[in-house]
T-cell receptor, first 110, second 113 residues
Framework: EADIYQTPRYLVIGTGKKITLECSQT?????MYWYQQDPGMELHLIHY???????EKGDLSSESTVSRIRTEHFPLTLESARPSHTSQYLC?????????FGPGTRLLVL | DQQVKQNSPSLSVQEGRISILNCDYT??????FLWYKKYPAEGPTFLIS?????DKNEDGRFTVFLNKSAKHLSLHIVPSQPGDSAVYFC????????????FGQGTILTVHP
């Protein structure tokens, strides 16, 4: 059973606010990821990290930023939220056995 | 450019029968394939995977078949149960980039009692 946690699970926020979505894992995985999923669509990779102080942008362009100061923690930040950022954000970590997802954060920007 | 495609948006099956979910890919660099089950307000749950060196992998009621020449894989669920009703995603990764997954659009499976 994978242990990967995301908070908040749901967030409704106004345009222009700064938000940080938290993600942490207790498995000691070096590799972590953020995926974005709009309803009825596929998941798209927006950020990944292969270890502390390593972050890269994914296949889908995103205005969000990430940091990886500790192995277990991979937060995602939106400096100024907009309605176009409304989506589900899924954090994941992986090892050679597989990729494991957190429960996700559903973000609604009004 | 959709590199992983699930052409059936939905599938309806009777309880106890076989469910077959299909997935096609175009990128020849993909060598590892996974199936996930997902509910709307939750993260994907890993079901089963297969490496390109195999053509079949089985885990309980779930079997994944890989046809590399056709760039096609399928997930068989036997017997199907109402609790299997969810969205199923096919995903692929290539080379050393395991974990960086490319997903299909998903197939909604409904299993009727």
């Amino acid at each position: 059973e994978a242990d990967i946690y995301q908070t908040p699970r749901y967030l409704v926020i106004g345009t222009g606010k700064k938000i940080t979505l938290e993600c942490s894992q207790t498995m000691g995985h070096d590799k972590m990821y953020w995926y974005q999923q709009d309803p009825g669509m596929e998941l798209h990779l927006i950020h990944y990290s292969y270890g502390v102080n390593s972050t890269e942008k994914g296949d889908l362009s995103s205005e969000s930023t990430v940091s990886r100061i500790r192995t277990e923690h991979f937060p995602l930040t939106l400096e100024s939220a907009r309605p176009s950022h409304t989506s589900q954000y899924l954090c994941a970590s992986s090892d050679v056995a597989g990729t494991y997802f957190g429960p996700g954060t559903r973000l609604l920007v009004l | 450019d959709q590199q992983v495609k699930q052409n059936s948006p939905s599938l309806s099956v009777q309880e106890g029968r076989i469910s077959i979910l299909n997935c096609d890919y175009t990128n020849s660099m993909f060598d590892y394939f996974l199936w996930y089950k997902k509910y709307p307000a939750e993260g994907p749950t890993f079901l089963i995977s297969i490496s390109s060196i195999k053509d079949k992998n089985e885990d309980g009621r779930f079997t994944v078949f890989l046809n590399k020449s056709a760039k096609h894989l399928s997930l068989h669920i036997v017997p199907s149960q109402p609790g299997d009703s969810a969205v199923y995603f096919c995903a692929a990764s290539g080379g050393t980039s395991y974990g960086k997954l490319t997903f299909g659009q998903g197939t909604i499976l409904t299993v009727h009692p």
